[in-house]
Structures are given as structure tokens and as C-alpha cells.
């Protein structure tokens, strides 16, 4: 009985061990496509980003699963599309990353998608193609589109597109519809038969006053929902909240703030980083942080030193300081990245 019991929760740890094993190689990939992509565009390096996302694919072992990693991949691609006098020498590269990206039950690869095979459309037709290779590029990819079957009545909202864009791929997608009637898919235009009264409301979308708030609610507006949303956004960005020392009795004591701003830490933090980084030997960190200036990063390095000193211990955990300061430089990264890439990221898309 006791063999029996040892096997059985040998094969159980092995199987779990598997599982957890499969995780972690996941998330390892799914951080260094994001972190390549990120790197690339900074470095405006184009093949990189279609080679990332290639070998990002053909890991076929590992389902990633619903992801944004080929939607900002495609997004980032469309931007340098726009932006390069060379562009066609990047078209077979081009057409192979769109022949192999999977579309389906993926809204937001689907979005970037449509926008990005739009705008290549424009790109040949106004360089140097001849008309057969422009055909046989286009064609196969329009008509991969069309095989998938996408459908513009799932593109209610997103995360990483305007609602310009939004509207667009859905107009595109509509475009689409029209010349190809013989599909049956899209012959349906309702969700349920019509002689169905039960569920007669639910054959069309619910019209967007259903979902605004009453007049007598605090936030009855988009307006005031943005303000609110944007100085909770405000609060968030700072390494730590100012609050008002009641304890104090005294108003000629320095602050804490005034002391530490006389030691003249960040000076001397922007001064030993200059230093340190000249000698960094891991060149992917070094790629990241070669693209801003030293008193940007000497001035997170310091804002999470005083945040680490409101926390009120009397010592402070090194490799927590350590992680801090690394995960405040990724979100710096993140930010800017995500400013110049989602220039509507003042918006909150939601198409009814």
C-alpha cells in the first residue's frame, strides 16, 4: 500500500513540477519578447521586432495564449512603416511575419492587424512594386483575413488602440463583409432567430444612455469620470503620498525632505551611476539604460531611496531597496514607451 501511495505522489509532484516548469519558461519568454520589442523601438531597429515576434511564435510547445505582444508588435511595426524612406526593403520580412501571426480569439492582434495590412496596402501602391508582386502580396493576405473570419461586431473595446483606430479596423473589417457575400457568416445578421420574443432585446447591442449613470450621481459624466481617473493616475505615478505630521510641534525643525536635500544625495547618486555604468557589463541592461539621460535615472534611484525612508523602519531591507529601484526603472521605461506608442492613452475606448 505504501509503494502504492510513494508512486502515486511521485507521479503527482512530477506532474505538478511540469506545470510549474511550463509556467516559468512562459513567463521568461513573455518578458523578453516584451523587453526586445520595447528595446528595438528605441533603438529603431524594425527586423528586430519582426524577428522577436517570429521566434515568440514558433515556440509552438508553449500556448501563450491571449497576449498583447503581436498587437503592440504590429502597432510599433505600423509606426516605423510610416516613418521609413526604405521601406519596401523590409516587405518580404513583412509579408512572412503577417502570414504567421494567429489572429483568432485575439481582438487586439486582430485591430493592429487590419491597420497595419490597410496601411501596407497604401505603402505599395506609392513605391517602386510591381503590380504582380503588389497582387500576390495583398491578395494572400486580404484573403488570410477573410479565411479567419472576423467579425467587427467583437470590436466593442481595447486597451492599446484610439478610437479613431478602433472605428477604423471596424470599417475595414465591414469593407471586407460587403465583397464577400457568398460566406454564410456573414450572411447572419442576427444573433438569434427572429421569431424568438424571449430574447427579442438582446438582437441588437444596448444603446450606450443605457449605461450612463443616473444625473444624481457623483460621476454622471465621461468628463468627470477622465478628471478623476487621470488625478488617481496623478497620485499613482509618485513614489510616495505627503501626508501632514500632526505630531509636529515645532515649526524650525528641518523635514526629513530638508535634511536628506542637504546631504546632497542625488548629486552624488548621478555622479557614482555615471561611473557605474561605464563599466556594466550586461549589455541588454546597458541598451536600456543608454537611452535616457543620467540625471533621469540618478533621480528614480533617489525618489525610491526617500520612499524607501517613509516607510519608518530603522534599517532598510538592501535587496528590497534593490528590487524597487529596478521595478521603478521598468515602469519609467514602460511610461515612455507607452506615451509615444499609445498617444490615447487619455482616452477609455468602449465602442456599444
Known amino acids: ?11 503527482t509532484l512530477i506532474k505538478q513540477y511540469e506545470a ?28 528586430s521586432i519582426v524577428r522577436t515576434m517570429l521566434q515568440y511564435r514558433y515556440r ?5 495564449g491571449y497576449d498583447y505582444i503581436d498587437g503592440i508588435g504590429l502597432l510599433v511595426l505600423d509606426k516605423f512603416l510610416k516613418e521609413m524612406d526604405n521601406s519596401e526593403l523590409f516587405l518580404d520580412a513583412t509579408t512572412t511575419l503577417l502570414k504567421e501571426v494567429p489572429l483568432k480569439k485575439n481582438t487586439e492582434t486582430q485591430l493592429s492587424y487590419l491597420l497595419f495590412l490597410n496601411n501596407l496596402q497604401v505603402l505599395c501602391e506609392n513605391k517602386n512594386i510591381t503590380e504582380d508582386q503588389k497582387d500576390e502580396i495583398m491578395n ?6 477573410n479565411s479567419e473570419n472576423i467579425s467587427p461586431n467583437l470590436f466593442l473595446n481595447t486597451r492599446i488602440h484610439s478610437r479613431e ?14 465583397d464577400d457575400d457568398s460566406t454564410p457568416f456573414w450572411n447572419f445578421q442576427q444573433r438569434y432567430a427572429k421569431d424568438l420574443q424571449l430574447v427579442k432585446n438582446l438582437q441588437s447591442p444596448v444603446m450606450e444612455s443605457k449605461f450612463l449613470p443616473s444625473e444624481d450621481k457623483a460621476i454622471n459624466s465621461k468628463e468627470k469620470f477622465m478628471e478623476l481617473f487621470k488625478e488617481q493616475l496623478s497620485n499613482e505615478y509618485k513614489p510616495y ?11 524650525e525643525c528641518l523635514t526629513a525632505e530638508k535634511v536628506v ?10 555622479e557614482i551611476y555615471t561611473e557605474r555604468q561605464k563599466k556594466l557589463g550586461d549589455k541588454e541592461v546597458l541598451s536600456i539604460l543608454s537611452l535616457f539621460k543620467p ?15 517613509t516607510i519608518g523602519q530603522n534599517m532598510i531591507n538592501y535587496s528590497t531597496f534593490e528590487n524597487n529601484v529596478t521595478r521603478s526603472i521598468i515602469q519609467y521605461v514602460q511610461k515612455y514607451f507607452i506615451k509615444d506608442i499609445l498617444k490615447h492613452d487619455d482616452e477609455v475606448c468602449f465602442y456599444y
Do not use: G
Open 60 to 64: 509552438e510547445k508553449y500556448k501563450h
Open 20 to 47: 510549474i516548469e511550463h509556467l516559468t519558461v512562459l513567463s521568461t519568454i513573455k518578458a523578453s519578447s516584451q523587453s526586445s520589442i520595447v528595446k528595438s523601438y528605441f533603438s529603431k531597429d524594425y527586423m
Open 140 to 145: 494572400s493576405l486580404w484573403h488570410r483575413v
Open 1 to 11: 500500500m505504501s509503494k502504492v501511495i510513494l508512486k502515486q505522489l511521485k507521479d
Open 295 to 309: 540625471d533621469e535615472i540618478a533621480l528614480i534611484i533617489y525618489n525610491e531611496a526617500l520612499r524607501m525612508l
Open 165 to 178: 483606430d478602433l472605428e477604423t479596423a471596424r470599417k475595414i473589417a465591414y469593407d471586407i463583409i460587403k
Open 261 to 270: 536635500e542637504n546631504l546632497d544625495w542625488l548629486s552624488k547618486i548621478k
Open 241 to 251: 503620498f505627503k501626508v501632514h505630521n500632526i505630531s509636529r510641534d515645532s515649526k
